[in-house]
Nanobody, 124 residues
């Protein structure tokens, strides 16, 4: 069974940093494309970043480029999202998701497996 569990969310001041983790089980991390998404209060869910299983390449939403970095540790079966220079508009519930046989590039594909989410709140 594919499972994803996010952690690392919390309350941080604007300009601060957080590192989110997504621990996966039930599949080989390097067989799946992994995405980070977020849902701000009262808004729709949006893609944040994505890492492709085939070559480890990453892509980012314009709103987080230069501030967020996604990485993966296959041995630990964990994907990370390092978030720096946080802004109030980064406040959201953050989710990780997994899907096989998809590619992230200029757009985020559909993902079939999702974690439960972790809350990130940035105070201004």
């Amino acid at each position: 069974e594919v499972q994803l569990v996010e952690s690392g969310g919390g309350l941080v001041q604007a300009g601060g940093s957080l590192r989110l983790s997504c621990a996966v089980s039930g599949f080989r991390l390097d067989d799946y494309t992994i995405g980070w998404f977020r849902q701000p209060p009262g808004k729709e869910r949006e893609g944040v970043s994505c890492i492709n299983s085939s070559d480890g390449s990453t892509s980012y939403a314009d709103s987080v480029k230069g501030r967020f970095t996604m990485s993966s540790d296959n041995a630990k079966k964990t994907v990370y999202l390092q978030m720096n220079s946080l802004k109030a508009e980064d406040t959201a519930v953050y989710y990780c998701a997994a899907q096989r046989y998809v590619w992230c590039g200029n757009y985020f594909p559909d993902f079939g497996s999702w974690g439960q989410g972790t809350q990130v709140t940035v105070s201004s």
